[in-house]
């Protein structure tokens, strides 16, 4: 396989954009990623999208962006595994420049959520989950979190208090991503007196949707070898993704991410690394149950243990294993098929050594692992500067 | 690159399937491909879909179609380019194994649409089409073809009646084909009395909706050098895919598919071919017009001459150049985004001899197109007996 290099990253802020459309958006965030790419047109674009058909009645997103972009006669798709969209399009964006039928691609990230109610948004949402055997029988996307945080508690043991660590240390890492939608610090009594919205899971346990998009470029890294620039090199060293059950109720235990175990696991064995090694982890803290559940399965933790890992302080961006330094989907905000290129870019941007007070420290290999639905699609990405 | 080679086929019946459901529908082309391929697993699976959100409220067809198939934990993403996703998931299949990422790959076609009102069909299809600059002023897709058709005749002088071999011919294969929708002959008269749809667009120049999956199983040739099975190897010559402007009014010129003759001469390029070594072409026969452009963008027919090569005969059975050899998607239907992926089994069925009384004398290069949109996303293979 032909490794692979990211050259240009782009990104707008998450927001409500309401005097943006979702080409718009798109353009925006490809339209940075070229300038930093310093290149001005891509063999393909792979979007990746998941509720554009059903909140702003189009499809068709790969001819849009192309069109729009000026990127005329560019090969472009959309790729959807619901909220883990994002991951997928640079996945398969990684498979067809490692393919050499493309010799450089741009994978982007768009969602436009905010403009419609929310009754509209969960309902869109639902279709992430098994809408014959979950969202018949009224289950709602964030009820199904409930379920399984409510599952762990009781399991392991550990009171609802124990997960303010993850939203606590993803809120005070947003303060300094101008990208961010909630940009301020919560203190744990504001996180424990939270309104309640599918009991164990209250407003500060939950990421805020958004609209946003974000990009990036990638070539053949042997392609760069005498471009002489100062910027270091960022390859693509471990890139996998599996699934499991569309229902969690299908699963043989519900508290193990069985694809963040597996997609990791190959990510670890094509980058030649270990847990140990990986510097900083930007895991898909959708809900707070879900980032304790990605630790373990990524072998960052114990089975139950990775509550014990936050409040060690070991999650911070002086801990041994920083998670969300950018504010994770939690504070920096989950524009649901955008977010997985909005963890790659800040993967980059730590790598680069852009993030200011955030920065983590000596930063040379860092993971994305983007999700979809309740743990059934979800990619691992390893990244490395060179 | 590494050649693909194609294994495995499966289809289901193109009809109004009530009684089955998304998953089941995909899950029927599965089990009969990997029967057919004599396989038990897959490393990826790449769902084309268009519609599965709007019109089932089922998102994340990746998972769905491997935790349902029983190939639990395969990488899987859901591909969408509007009725040029079968093709595109295909195309997406295919650079997956020929980066080395994978060793095998299931490409499936999947759409339910029947069990829908016709207004939300309309309103669903009409996503494919730019939201904002043509659907917004009230053009449906079916009226955007017929500002083409009509575009057509003026300019080059034929009238309607000059169509009717397309659809007449597309009839005629389909009676012997068991899973298309219209397994019944039209005659001119019945072709020139049909009930208008979208002047001068009428009901025989326009494929039906309807329930379908398809899909195909591969991976790389040299994988199969010792296999000694007796039946033929069939491989992809060429696979490319091209993009032209979302809405037909951005176009210089509204009657030339440009993403069908950047993609058509990619894929000819790689195969080493002309047009004039392609012994049939499985083109996008959505509307009779859309055959009539699909040949001279490929180079079958001067611009403008196409309904000549119709009426000569040419593009039946015995001609110089077979179309729609199963039916098309005027007669064997159109499934949008399954479409795509039953082009692809059907130019195999042809490769491998089993079509009996529409079978391709000699058939040894067939050819298929998938389109997206009014032309806006153009996917073509070539594929090969050996």
Same mark, same amino acid.
């Given at each position: 396989?032909?490794?692979?290099?990211?050259?240009?990253?782009?990104?707008?802020?998450?927001?409500? %954009?309401?005097?943006?459309?979702?080409?718009? !958006? =798109?353009?925006?965030?490809?339209?940075?990623?070229?300038?930093? $790419?310093?290149?001005?047109?891509?063999?393909?674009?792979?979007?990746?999208?998941?509720?554009?058909?059903?909140?702003?009645?189009?499809?068709?997103?790969?001819?849009?962006?192309?069109?729009?972009?000026? !990127?005329?006669? =560019?090969?472009?798709?959309?790729?959807?595994?619901?909220?883990?969209?994002?991951?997928? +399009?640079?996945?398969?964006?990684?498979?067809?420049?490692?393919?050499?039928?493309?010799?450089?691609?741009?994978?982007?990230?768009?969602?436009?959520?905010?403009?419609?109610?929310?009754?509209?948004?969960?309902?869109?949402?639902?279709?992430? $989950?098994? =809408?014959? /055997?979950?969202?018949? /029988?009224? !289950?709602?996307?964030?009820?199904?979190?409930?379920?399984?945080?409510?599952?762990?508690? %009781?399991? /392991?043991?550990?009171?609802? +208090?124990?997960?303010?660590?993850?939203?606590?240390?993803?809120?005070?890492?947003?303060?300094?991503?101008?990208?961010?939608?909630?940009?301020?610090?919560?203190?744990?009594?504001? /996180?424990?007196?939270?309104?309640?919205?599918?009991?164990? &899971?209250?407003?500060?346990?939950?990421?805020?949707?958004?609209?946003?998009?974000?990009?990036?470029?990638?070539?053949? $890294?042997?392609?760069?070898?005498?471009?002489?620039? $100062?910027?270091?090199?960022?390859?693509?060293?471990?890139?996998?993704?599996?699934?499991?059950?569309?229902?969690?109720?299908?699963?043989?235990?519900?508290?193990?991410?069985?694809?963040?175990?597996?997609?990791?696991?190959?990510?670890?064995?094509? +980058?030649?690394?270990?847990?140990?090694?990986?510097?900083?982890?930007?895991?898909?803290?959708?809900?707070? &149950?879900?980032?304790?559940?990605?630790?373990?399965?990524?072998?960052?933790?114990?089975?139950?243990?990775?509550?014990?890992?936050?409040?060690?302080?070991?999650?911070?961006? %002086?801990?041994?294993?920083? &998670?969300?330094?950018?504010?994770?989907?939690?504070?920096?905000?989950?524009?649901?098929?955008?977010?997985?290129?909005?963890?790659?870019?800040?993967?980059?941007?730590?790598?680069?050594?852009?993030?200011?007070?955030?920065?983590?420290?000596?930063?040379?290999?860092?993971?994305?692992?983007? &999700?979809?639905?309740?743990?059934?699609?979800?990619?691992? %990405?390893?990244?490395?500067?060179?």
């Amino acid at each position: 396989m032909r490794k692979i290099a990211i050259i240009g990253i782009g990104q707008v802020p998450v927001d409500e %954009h309401w005097h943006l459309s979702l080409r718009e !958006l =798109a353009g925006e965030a490809v339209f940075h990623t070229l300038q930093d $790419a310093g290149r001005d047109s891509a063999d393909a674009i792979f979007v990746g999208n998941m509720l554009s058909g059903m909140l702003s009645r189009q499809e068709h997103l790969g001819s849009l962006v192309a069109d729009w972009t000026g !990127l005329k006669h =560019a090969e472009a798709f959309k790729v959807e595994a619901a909220c883990g969209s994002g991951a997928a +399009a640079l996945r398969v964006a990684l498979m067809a420049v490692a393919s050499g039928e493309v010799d450089s691609a741009l994978a982007v990230g768009v969602e436009k959520m905010t403009e419609r109610t929310g009754p509209e948004v969960t309902a869109a949402l639902a279709t992430a $989950a098994d =809408a014959d /055997y979950e969202v018949a /029988y009224g !289950l709602s996307f964030v009820a199904i979190n409930a379920l399984v945080m409510q599952r762990y508690m %009781h399991h /392991y043991g550990w009171e609802h +208090a124990a997960f303010a660590p993850f939203s606590i240390n993803a809120h005070v890492n947003a303060v300094h991503n101008p990208y961010a939608r909630l940009r301020e610090s919560i203190t744990e009594k504001e /996180y424990q007196r939270a309104r309640m919205v599918a009991d164990p &899971i209250n407003l500060l346990d939950a990421s805020p949707i958004g609209d946003g998009a974000a990009a990036v470029f990638i070539v053949p $890294a042997d392609s760069l070898k005498h471009n002489g620039k $100062a910027r270091p090199l960022i390859t693509i060293e471990g890139s996998a993704a599996a699934t499991d059950t569309l229902a969690v109720h299908d699963r043989r235990d519900p508290l193990w991410l069985s694809a963040a175990h597996r997609s990791a696991s190959l990510a670890y064995q094509q +980058a030649g690394l270990t847990p140990r090694e990986i510097d900083f982890f930007e895991l898909h803290d959708a809900f707070s &149950i879900m980032s304790a559940l990605s630790l373990e399965a990524c072998g960052f933790a114990e089975r139950g243990q990775a509550p014990r890992l936050a409040q060690d302080g070991e999650i911070f961006i %002086h801990g041994k294993l920083p &998670i969300s330094t950018r504010g994770g989907l939690k504070a920096r905000g989950h524009p649901v098929g955008a977010t997985g290129l909005y963890q790659i870019v800040e993967v980059v941007q730590q790598l680069r050594g852009e993030c200011g007070p955030t920065q983590v420290r000596d930063a040379r290999i860092g993971m994305a692992q983007n &999700i979809g639905g309740s743990g059934a699609t979800i990619i691992t %990405h390893i990244l490395k500067r060179n």
